[in-house]
């Protein structure tokens, strides 16, 4: 049996809806219900009423929700024990990081950071979107750095936690250049000729932003997906190699276009085919006393006051996203 599991099912239990908590679990529907079928599996017992809607729980379910509350929260704050112990690392930040941020955006940024703020001794967690942002419910970083679009915010309580701005990011379609260093494919293709597609699989928050830029576009865009990964470095991978077409961040491909490895696949009437997300530092509120709820779940009390150095970070980027 995983922990995640009986996450997925407080989350259920609480939503009522699968759809609902596949979004706020950032995992596909199908994907969700069979993790949710496993925990069943595991119980000897069905724990969904799957006939009634919304979804309810049945007796056995009921039992369950109320267990798994005190299950979590126990591992929760064992791991705040835990870490309670390990004194030697109070001089460092732990930052939890989407893969594609740690591989691109991260690494520059601490370059600037330390220019600016002065030196930092830093551990980076890199994770999929939906466990780094589990990372700062559960306390088990100093600070969470993710991608923010209105059109898929996080579910965190903003009484709980605070946000700074740390920059923007714009994504857009690059493909490999021919001998000529024009596009090797073009959009918006065409209905008999479809253009080959490198994609984020279901689930990928990039991918959504995908979806995002192709529902927005004025012109019908023709596409054959010919790949598919979750991580922006692996579509750029197959790009550079001529595969196909991939929406990528532009801080994950400005080496690349400086060297011409990597072009535009944008015609010149069709710039507005990208979209501009923030990047967003976000850390839980020291003040917060009392245990809270929010769209991810938790009932982990507020842990110790910020590191000195993590609160020191925090002041000096709260200011500087003023200035932005």
């Known amino acids: 049996m995983e922990t995640k599991w009986l996450e997925d099912f407080v989350s259920l239990a609480e939503t009522r809806s699968f759809s609902r908590s596949a979004q706020l679990r950032h995992v596909t529907q199908p994907a969700f ?16 009423d799957r006939s009634s809607y919304p979804t309810r729980l049945t007796p056995a379910g009921e039992t369950l929700y109320s267990q798994s509350l005190e299950v979590l929260q126990a591992l929760q704050s064992t791991r705040a024990m ?26 520059a940024w601490v370059s600037a950071l330390r220019e600016k703020f002065g030196p930092i001794k830093s551990r980076l967690i890199a994770l999929n979107v939906h466990d780094a942002v589990m990372r700062l419910v559960e306390g088990s970083c100093d600070l969470l750095i993710a991608y923010h679009h209105p059109s898929q915010p996080y579910q965190l309580d903003a009484d709980r936690y605070e ?12 493909v490999k250049p021919d001998a000529d ?42 596409f054959d997906r010919v790949y598919e990964t979750d991580m922006a470095e692996g579509l750029k991978a197959m790009a550079l190699e001529g595969h196909g077409i991939a929406f990528l961040p532009f801080s994950a491909v400005k080496k690349d276009l400086r060297a011409k490895k ?19 530092a976000y850390r839980e509120r020291p003040s917060i006393k009392e245990a809270g709820k929010t769209g991810i779940h938790t009932n982990r009390s507020a842990g110790p006051a910020p590191k000195r150095n993590a609160q020191a970070l925090w002041d000096y980027l709260a200011t500087q996203s003023a200035v932005l």
């Open 33 to 48: 219900s069979r993790r949710i079928q496993s925990l069943e599996a595991w119980a000897g017992t069905d724990l969904v």
């Open 262 to 280: 990597l072009v535009s696949a944008l015609p010149p009437e069709m710039k507005g085919l990208q979209i501009t997300m923030d990047v967003r």
């Open 181 to 222: 260093g024009k596009p090797l494919f073009q959009l918006p293709g065409r209905a008999g000729h479809p253009l080959p597609y490198l994609g984020y699989a279901p689930g990928a928050y990039l991918g959504q932003m995908v979806e995002l830029i192709l529902k927005q576009s004025d012109a019908a865009i023709h």
């Open 82 to 107: 835990l870490r309670g112990h390990t004194a030697a690392g109070q001089d460092v930040i732990e930052f939890a990081v989407p893969h594609t941020l740690a591989f691109t955006f991260f690494p």
């Open 163 to 174: 946000m700074v701005s740390l920059g923007e990011e714009v994504m857009a379609p690059y």
